[in-house]
């Protein structure tokens, strides 16, 4: 294949330096940086939101916080994790690493790509206003109705949450299409499916998770907006509606939400085993097809959420069924990466330290929550702080320290040197540390009676000392952030000599063969792919490492123009979504003017 | 690393919260709250069917963690190490670990089911009771006893109870995990929970559904009566109760007695009750909404014997309720208790003997 | 035209990466869009079946009923006109043939065939919008309004969000035939009109799920 089919454009028209290009830029690798940088930003946003949150826990009837900030908190916590923490840090990966993987030079519509950054960043500033007005989500994170109606949540505060969330949105819409459209056709030639890395598997199968579930929640914020905005009476049982639409919309969105936020994760530590065991993923096939099954059935158990609202037994036990049913996929993944490591040579790196505490700790997590899945027991557990450990221990101990692991194996390749790997070896023990003594004592908690969401306890129940132990564990946590950022910012400042070449861990796939960080175009030439695994084919046929990639000109290699017309178009999106809730109608028109002018500028760009 | 420290390092935080967990089970008097040690007949069977996930989920949790651990340990880099035998597969592991956890699933799944349709029954000739949540208190209404209760819910000892709940205004859920679990509370149709106990003895619960301000603070207690308790305490309860009477007193209280002083603490305090706008919120035997339901905030005729003021929240003392009554924004901020105006000290002191005395 | 113009590629990528399944991207990244669609439009007639039957008071769709009308509660005959709405459904149908022509009319460079049978589709597409809104009109002052009961609320919800994606549908095939008037729309650059039309026949099929279930069903 031949480096570009047009030898009249320059590889870098326009500044390759300072913000305008960062503002403009179409290019994955640059909007992965993005897209992590800000994730990053917001999850230590959540995270301080959590500590303030254990202070206010730590003793018994502390007024540390109000009341209402108290539920503020808990909600902008959960709502800012999920949607601004573990899902743009995944797709932090999506974007940088899935063209590098697939062999191509960038996604299927970069402009697209960077709409999608753009909406992002707008709704997390969007939604994270609302503090300023102190009018910031107070509902949950799964905002039920009818708490949620006007009548009893008048202020803005469920507003911005329905706002932001739309707007978030039609960022993860817009990226799912163009991640979907990217893995299935801009693959290298000789990629079959069954031949690509499971990292890219995993994540087409979230696109479709994405494209699937997305659409519900859309329209169940939409009768929500509507009851709101309009007096419409979707969930309200004064005019006919029923509040438990609301769950059940919900939730169909929302249980494949997480396998939305668990299969990225997945995907990495399929990515990091092998590596460092020096073997193959063990069961490639099973593991796409369990991964598929897991989605599929995904949508298939969502009421096992509803397991207190009286549903009765046929609907309780066929959704028992199916949630356990889903344990059984789930299970062979933790098998099959066993057997990777099993008879392997595995290399102690921090990124393998990350991605076998996710093994130990996800399988805690998926333990509890086979609990769950029987509706008798759960009927105890349900809403108390048993289920905050189990999600904890599968969205921390799981998605969390997975994405930990990637950020490990791939700082290199990203940004060309590498982390210190024994500031990294601290900071992986204390967050299983910290992670441990703030969830495990919670499935305690729970089982012996205190319920979630609750901003102070009475003295004389016996939840005393299991909150002083998970405060003092959350900080313990926290400060392992500050490792983390400590690790980061030392090696940055050494990073000339701790230069990564392109491949440092001795990669099987194709990122690893272009240089560290890879230039624009990624690949000078195409590659042809003939194996799984195709680096360690090539190593092995050559008999011994490959030679360190040169950088080269890139002359005659066609990269798309950068352009501002993604932001403008992101900016009339948020606007005409804000009319809903201020401004009115107004507001509504203006935005819209500004989305289309965006829209068909971006159209009728020259394409570059 | 020797495996022992490679264990050690991995394994203490969890094992030292397990053994935490066995101390407290065994404790089940110093969690009064527990669903560990059920004392009902409905929590018992979902303790039973919890018992045995947690059974297999520790037995799979020793086998895949000790796995683990081990292979850590075992395949660790050594130097000289040469490239492992790169396999790729083996179709019948796969098929053995898909068939032995969905035998195990299989073995939670039956009594599950099981369960769910044991407990699904409502048993006959059980005590009804209709539950009603509020933000940020509970009711509770004894249609054959015809009387009306407020966080507190007297049952008797060895007899059913078939609780038909709901809300008044957004979702709650009610819980008493020692003695049934929890059901949500809708406010269109009835949901259902039901339990009997043989343990005489005081059962809190809170509110399990996120429904506001002061979800935190609402709270209930079941109080189980030996039957003969639970007779006397209903026939105090039928008493001026909007389902019985009306609402008219049918019993002298001292303020009623003709010899009553006209400015005794007592009559002072009704007339505060009446002219400080209680009586709006309120129903009280003998007041002009006695025999309302469907009021703000709970009926209050026999406060006095109530152990709790303000959902469950503070016990009744009158420190506690004269402060409840002085400021009760800022004892419970949010809740929909708001004076007409603010309370003079003497209507206080007055207020807290007239209303201590409604037993 | 100036040299920029001839020069630069305009509208979309003309020269995208080659596609591994031999799909043209864009028409891969329409079908995408559209199963997401899918989900959202199942998601609104699934809610309008669930509350199907449950509105507290009238108008009703095919029964009469007791409605507020002028601030009187009165009875109300059942609102839906059959024959309107079916006249409109066979016009949006026949627009799904109309722009299928145009875009043989594209592919073959035929430009008489083209513009003619686009602007057919848009005038189609125009009636269809026009026959909505003036039902929606002619509901409104028969005491149908969004807040009125269920009924109300799912139906103007469902029909008004696929009256919007038709509207989009309009506005994009009418950008497209702008295009085709100014002779920017040769058969190499046939595919452009082809992802409107895929656009527009979704929004086509939608309406025939939408027409039975709502306007047919009792």
């Known amino acids: 294949m031949t480096a570009g089919t047009l030898d009249h454009a320059p590889a870098h028209p326009g500044p390759a330096t300072g913000i305008w290009s960062w503002m403009t830029t179409v290019d994955h690798k640059r909007i992965g940086v993005l897209y992590g940088a800000t994730a990053f930003f917001f999850f230590m946003l959540g995270g301080f939101e959590a500590l303030l949150m254990r202070w206010q826990l730590g003793a018994p009837e502390r007024s540390f916080l109000s009341p209402e900030l108290y539920n503020q908190l808990f909600t902008m916590h959960g709502t800012t994790m999920i949607f601004l923490g573990v899902m743009p840090l995944s797709a932090m990966f999506f974007n940088y690493m899935i063209p590098l993987q697939i062999g191509a030079r960038d996604v299927a519509f970069p402009r697209l790509n960077a709409f999608s950054y753009w909406v992002f960043l707008l709704g997390g500033l969007f939604m994270n206003f609302s503090f300023v007005l102190n009018a910031a989500p107070n509902a949950g994170w799964f905002g039920y109705a009818n708490l949620t109606s006007k009548q009893f949540s008048p202020g803005l505060n469920v507003d911005f949450w329905v706002i932001g969330l739309q707007i978030l949105g039609v960022a993860s819409l817009a990226a799912a299409v163009n991640f979907f459209v990217t893995i299935i056709n801009l693959r290298a030639q000789g990629m079959r499916l069954m031949r690509m890395p499971m990292f890219c598997w995993m994540s087409l199968i979230t696109q479709m998770l994405l494209l699937l579930a997305f659409p519900v929640i859309t329209v169940a914020l939409v009768f929500l907006m509507a009851d709101r905005a309009f007096g419409t009476s979707f969930y309200s049982p004064g005019g006919g509606g029923d509040p438990i639409l609301w769950q059940h919309l919900f939730w169909i969105f929302g249980h494949p939400e997480v396998y939305i936020l668990i299969l990225p994760a997945f995907g990495i530590v399929s990515e990091i085993l092998p590596v460092f065991s020096r073997k193959p993923l063990f069961g490639y096939a099973a593991m796409v097809f369990s991964g598929a099954f897991i989605a599929f059935l995904g949508f298939g158990v969502w009421s096992h959420h509803m397991f207190s609202t009286g549903m009765g037994p046929i609907a309780d036990s066929v959704f028992s069924l199916t949630t356990m049913l889903i344990a059984v996929p789930t299970g062979v993944k933790i098998f099959n990466w066993l057997g990777t490591v099993w008879g392997g040579s595995i290399r102690s790196t921090t990124a393998m330290h990350f991605a076998l505490g996710f093994v130990a700790m996800f399988v805690i997590g998926g333990l509890s929550g086979v609990m769950h899945s029987s509706p008798p027991a759960d009927l105890q557990q349900t809403d108390t702080y048993f289920v905050v450990a189990h999600f904890h221990y599968v969205l921390f101990g799981g998605a969390i320290l997975a994405l930990l692991g990637g950020a490990y194996y791939w700082f290199p390749k990203m940004f060309g040197y590498l982390l210190d790997e024994r500031i990294g070896k601290w900071h992986f023990w204390l967050t299983m540390l910290g992670m441990n003594l703030t969830f495990f004592p919670m499935h305690f908690l729970g089982l012996v009676g205190m319920p979630r969401r609750v901003y102070t306890y009475p003295a004389g129940l016996g939840f005393e000392a299991m909150n002083l132990v998970q405060t003092l564990g959350s900080f313990l946590l926290g400060s392992a952030f500050l490792v983390f950022i400590a690790n980061i910012w030392k090696s940055w400042r050494e990073r000339e000599r701790r230069k990564a070449p392109a491949d440092p861990w001795d990669g099987a796939t194709l990122e690893w063969s272009i240089p560290s960080p890879p230039q624009e175009f990624n690949f000078p030439e195409l590659p042809t792919v003939e194996h799984r695994d195709e680096l360690w084919h090539r190593k092995r046929a050559l008999g011994g490492p490959l030679p360190e990639p040169a950088r080269v000109s890139g002359a005659g290699i066609h990269m798309p123009n950068p352009s501002y017309w993604p932001l403008v178009t992101a900016l009339g999106a948020m606007v005409t979504l804000i009319g809903f809730m201020a401004g009115g109608v107004a507001v509504n028109l203006t935005g819209a003017a500004i989305l289309f002018f965006g829209a068909f500028r971006w159209a009728f760009e020259p394409a570059g | 690393m020797p495996l022992w420290k490679v264990a050690f390092r991995s394994a203490w935080p969890g094992v030292v919260s397990a053994l935490g967990m066995v101390v407290m089970a065994a404790c089940g008097g110093e969690y009064p709250q527990s669903t560990l040690a059920p004392k009902g007949d409905f929590a018992g069977m979902v303790d039973v069917l919890f018992m045995t996930t947690v059974k297999w989920a520790v037995v799979v949790f020793v086998l895949v963690e000790c796995a683990l651990l081990y292979i850590i340990w075992r395949f660790r880099r050594k130097p000289g190490d040469g490239e492992p035998k790169q396999i790729h597969g083996n179709a019948l592991l796969e098929l053995i670990w898909t068939i032995i956890p969905a035998l195990v699933l299989f073995f939670i799944a039956i009594p599950t089911v099981r369960t769910i349709f044991r407990t699904a029954e409502v048993p006959a000739d059980a005590l009804e009771i209709e539950v009603i949540g509020h933000q940020w208190w509970w009711e509770f209404r004894y249609p054959d006893e015809r009387i009306v209760s407020a966080t507190e819910m007297h049952v008797p000892a060895g007899r059913t109870v078939a609780l038909r709940i709901r809300t008044a205004d957004v979702l709650h859920s009610f819980w008493v995990p020692q003695l049934a679990a929890k059901r949500d509370a809708l406010p269109n149709k009835y949901t259902t929970l039901w339990f009997t106990t043989d343990s005489v003895g005081a059962f809190p619960g809170q509110c399990a559904e996120f429904c506001g301000l002061q979800h935190g603070r609402m709270a209930s207690l079941v109080v189980v009566e030996p039957p003969e308790g639970y007779a006397a305490w209903v026939a105090r309860q039928q008493r001026g109760s909007p389902l019985n009477d009306g609402g008219r007193l049918v019993y002298a209280t001292p303020d009623d007695s003709a010899a009553a002083s006209a400015d005794s603490i007592l009559v002072q305090g009704r007339r505060a009750f009446l002219s400080a706008g209680c009586v709006g919120c309120h129903a009280m035997a003998g007041t002009p909404t006695a025999g309302l339901l469907n009021l703000t905030g709970p009926n209050l005729t026999h406060l006095g014997e109530r152990r709790t003021l303000a959902g469950g929240m503070l016990p009744n003392t009158p420190e506690n309720l004269a402060r409840w009554l002085r400021e009760p924004q800022v004892v419970k901020q949010g809740s929909l208790m708001r004076l007409a105006r603010p309370l003079a000290e003497d209507e206080i002191s007055a207020l807290v003997a007239y209303l201590r005395a409604r037993q | ?218």
């Open chain 3, 1 to 218: 035209m100036s040299a920029a113009d001839a020069h630069a590629e305009t509208i979309y990528h003309d020269e995208l990466p080659s596609a591994y399944t031999g799909l043209d991207t864009r028409k891969l990244a329409i079908w995408t869009f559209i199963g997401s669609e899918c989900l959202f439009f199942a998601s609104l007639i699934s809610t309008y079946l669930v509350y199907k039957g449950k509105s507290l008071v009238g108008p009703l769709p095919h029964q009469e009923s007791q409605c507020m009308l002028h601030g009187q509660l009165q009875q109300c005959g059942a609102i839906f006109e059959i024959p309107l709405v079916t006249f409109g459904t066979a016009v949006l149908l026949f627009s799904s043939f109309f722009v299928v022509l145009a875009l043989n009319g594209a592919q073959t460079g035929n430009r008489k065939r083209l513009i003619g049978w686009l602007g057919a589709t848009v005038l189609a597409g125009l009636f269809f919008i026009g026959m909505q809104v003036y039902e929606f009109y002619h509901f409104y002052h028969k005491g149908l309004g969004y807040t009125t009961n269920l009924f109300g609320s799912t139906f103007y919800t469902l029909t008004g969000f696929h009256g919007s994606h038709v509207t989009l549908g309009v506005i994009w095939l009418a950008t497209v035939l702008v295009l085709a008037i100014r002779g920017k729309l040769p058969p190499r650059k046939a595919v452009n009109l082809e992802l409107a039309a895929l656009y527009w026949h979704f929004v086509d099929v939608v309406w025939i799920v939408i027409f039975p279930t709502v306007y047919l069903m009792r």
